[in-house]
């Protein structure tokens, strides 16, 4: 017998055990690994179906409070009519304190109607509702308002869609009203699911492993969850063969187990050990040419290559890792957008081995807008290859197009299509999408500007990242694609990092009661309104004004009537004033609004007009006994008018509280314009002949051949961002 005879047969005899042992372990571990993942699955399907109920049901709450709070009983049947229309139910049903229903909208699910707040379904469940008490503004009960949404084989099916395992709902007896099951498994199914108790997994005889999710608080459908098992078919009965094969050739080569043991293979066992542990230097000496010298070369060979190999992961470990730490130092010292995905871009560049790439977020419109590219010279399809907005491909478009519109990455072969899409030229690609963290953008047609899509990735989508060309013309791999979600995330995050940094800097420039600008953003806004006046040679006026006796209104009917009566005499100075003035909350109840390229008699017109909305019209709060109460509200206001009255920012606003002091003085309820200083503070500045004061002393904005405007003057030059109107 040779000497690979001898080999074949010690390896038979030492690996027989390993095998059983082996065998058994495959198989335990491999039913276990797989009832583990079902049950995960399973698990994290039961959370997204309670999730997807109980959003449901909070909309069809809000939806009937919306129609609830409808004071007006005249009014409610529109009410309900717009939410059914804005799809926030399918249908609302008025009910009076008698049961009997005064109305209801049209088209509305077949009964019975299950409400979300029942423990469990006592019947057919033919909709979902949530139901609200109905009372007038003194409290009495009026009957109820229930809005509902079908539970129909589509709601079924959105379920499955959402949770990715088959979903079954059964009636009170336990048949199946809806399910999205194969006919083949339904019974199996149906029977695994009478067995399941609480939140206990069983399995069927096909393999498929099926949870029962509810009836419970807040989820009152009966829900049958499954997944088929991941178990390779015949895996039993392929290891018990294994196993009986190895051992008949175990015991025919038995007997010649003794005249096996060799140096060659003691040296070669001690050099695998070593290399077992992590030695990769062990070497092997050849002492022959035969079988076994040429196993200690291929040895050899083996531990030096491997060696190269562990040295080339540790690098591109190491690589990777300093390009993962420069990423988390970028993502946490700046919010500048551009650079961030500048350094998740290069990193992706680097991690892959590819030559190009590009990051392109969705703008407004429905067009992928590029925000940074590397390597694409010559590749650029039109445009200047330095500027990144030139790229441009609209959603649906193309494979970027594509991508952004379904939510599925892609990967291959460029293949140019008739007529271009605007992408660049590559021999091969892979192109990410990355979306908003989940619950922080609307959904599909919510969003302005964005096409509708059939699922979340879709509709959260902010942009794509795509890479382009390896060395050698090698398509990009699974693990690339991995690699590359890994970077969209990031490039998700930071996007979202960075809108999220501007919402909170807007919010520490606004007022948290009445939504007008601060203190803060007063002091910036008239430093750079009197520079712009400077720069122009035109004219701003500014207005303090002064709710007269509000402490008596908070004394008289409380604190909350006075938020009630600031709020809205905010929005009715929005309402009066143009868009590009500002108006602030200084304090209290005193503000000030800051009137460019306007004159006094402009001024003075803005004056009266809030003077007269405010009085003319009294602010109604609630009282003590909750009844609605008008409470009569007027205003002093003080005008003072830059260069006119003051040489600089502060003086100018310091002019116009002196004037307000002055209409408090005269009787309140009224304005006055702010004295010229004595004497009249020089300054030379760069003044247009049209923005000179006219001889009776009243200044406006200019006339006549030097620009003319219209009254009050016109928006010149950048402005800040402005309050909406609030009309």
């Given amino acids: 017998m040779t000497l690979r005879g001898r080999l074949t ?3 038979l005899t030492v690996v027989l055990g390993p095998v059983l042992l082996g065998a058994f372990f495959v198989g335990s571990t491999l039913s276990a690994v797989d009832r583990g993942r079902a049950t995960e699955r399973l698990g994290l399907a039961a959370a997204g179906v309670r999730t997807s109920v109980d959003a449901l049901c909070q909309q069809l709450r809000a939806a009937a409070d919306a129609v609830a709070l409808v004071a007006d ?18 249908a609302v049903q008025i ?4 049961g009997r229903t005064s109305y209801a909208t049209i088209g509305g699910p077949a009964g019975p109607w299950q409400d979300c707040a029942a423990d469990a379904a006592t019947g057919p469940v033919r909709a979902l509702a949530a139901r609200v008490r109905l009372r007038d503004p003194a409290g009495a009960d009026l009957g109820t308002v229930a809005a509902a949404q079908p539970v129909d084989p589509a709601f079924v099916a959105r379920l499955a869609a959402v949770t990715g395992v088959g979903v079954t709902l059964l009636d009170d007896p336990g048949r199946i009203t809806h399910t999205t099951e194969d006919r083949e498994v339904r019974a199996a199914v149906l029977a695994a699911a009478r ?37 390779p078919p015949g895996l039993y009965a392929a290891l018990v063969g294994a196993v009986v094969l190895a051992a008949l050739l175990a015991v025919l080569a038995a007997w010649r187990l003794a005249r096996v043991t060799t140096r060659p293979l003691v040296e070669l066992a001690g050099a695998v050990d070593r290399v077992a542990h992590g030695d990769l230097t062990a070497r092997v000496p050849v002492r022959s040419r035969d079988e076994i010298g040429r196993l200690a070369g291929a040895f050899n060979r083996m531990t030096r290559e491997t060696g190269s190999y562990v040295a080339a992961l540790t690098s591109s470990r190491d690589q990777l890792r300093g390009h993962l730490t420069v990423l988390g130092d970028t993502l946490a010292s700046t919010h500048d957008l551009q650079r961030i995905l500048r350094v998740i871009l290069h990193s992706a560049i680097a991690a892959t081995g590819a030559r190009a790439g590009a990051v392109l977020l969705l703008d407004g419109d429905g067009v992928l807008v590029g925000q940074c590219v590397e390597g694409l010279d010559g590749r650029w399809p039109t445009g200047d290859p330095a ?10 478009a193309g494979v970027l197009g594509t991508v952004a519109a379904t939510g599925e990455p892609l990967r291959g072969r460029w293949e140019p299509v008739d007529p271009p899409t605007g992408e660049p030229s590559c021999e ?8 908003a963290p989940r619950g922080t953008e609307p959904r599909g047609p919510d969003r302005p500007g964005h096409p509708p899509a059939d699922d979340d990735a879709a509709s959260a989508a902010l942009g794509v990242l795509a890479l382009y060309d390896r060395p050698g013309s090698d398509e990009f791999d699974d693990g690339d694609l991995v690699t590359l979600r890994t970077f969209a995330g990031h490039a998700a995050v930071a996007v979202e990092n960075v809108r999220v940094h501007e919402e909170a800097q807007r919010l520490s420039l606004t007022d948290p009661l009445t939504g007008l600008w601060n203190y803060r953003y007063l002091r910036e806004s008239i430093r750079r309104e009197v520079e712009r006046a400077n720069r122009f040679g035109r004219m701003l006026s500014v207005l303090a004004l002064d709710l007269d006796r509000f402490k008596d209104v908070n004394d008289t009917w409380g604190h909350a009537a006075g938020d009630a009566v600031l709020v809205e005499f905010a929005r009715r100075v929005r309402g009066e004033i143009r868009e590009v003035d500002l108006a602030f909350r200084q304090g209290g109840e005193e503000f000030v609004v800051l009137l460019p390229e306007t004159d006094a008699r402009g001024a003075t017109i803005v004056a009266e007009r809030l003077g007269s909305v405010v009085r003319d019209q009294p602010v109604r709060v609630e009282g003590h006994t909750g009844e609605p109460i008008a409470v009569p509200v007027t205003v002093s206001i003080g005008i003072a008018v830059y260069p006119d009255h003051a040489a600089g920012g502060q003086q100018v606003l310091d002019a116009a509280d002196d004037a307000l002091y002055a209409a408090k003085a005269a009787g309140r309820d009224g304005y006055r314009l702010a004295r010229a200083p004595d004497p009249v503070p020089t300054q030379e500045i760069p003044v247009v002949a049209a923005a000179v004061s006219p001889p009776d002393g009243v200044p406006r904005a200019g006339a006549g051949d030097a620009a003319p405007v219209a009254q009050g003057g016109a928006s010149s030059g950048p402005h800040p961002p402005r309050q909406s109107r609030g009309r």
């Fill in 428 to 435: 091969t690609y892979v192109a990410v999408p990355f979306a």
């Fill in 387 to 396: 500027d990144p907005a030139t790229l441009r491909v609209p959603v649906g």
């Fill in 95 to 98: 009910v009076d304190t008698a």
């Fill in 73 to 90: 009983p005249a009014a409610r049947p529109r009410a309900a009519d717009q939410v059914v229309g804005r799809g926030l139910a399918a």
């Fill in 9 to 11: 047969a010690a390896f």
């Fill in 195 to 231: 067995e399941a108790d609480g939140d206990r997994v069983t399995d069927t005889a096909d393999g498929r492993y099926v949870r029962r999710v509810g009836p419970s608080p807040g989820q009152p459908l009966p829900l049958v969850l499954s997944v088929p098992g991941e178990r």
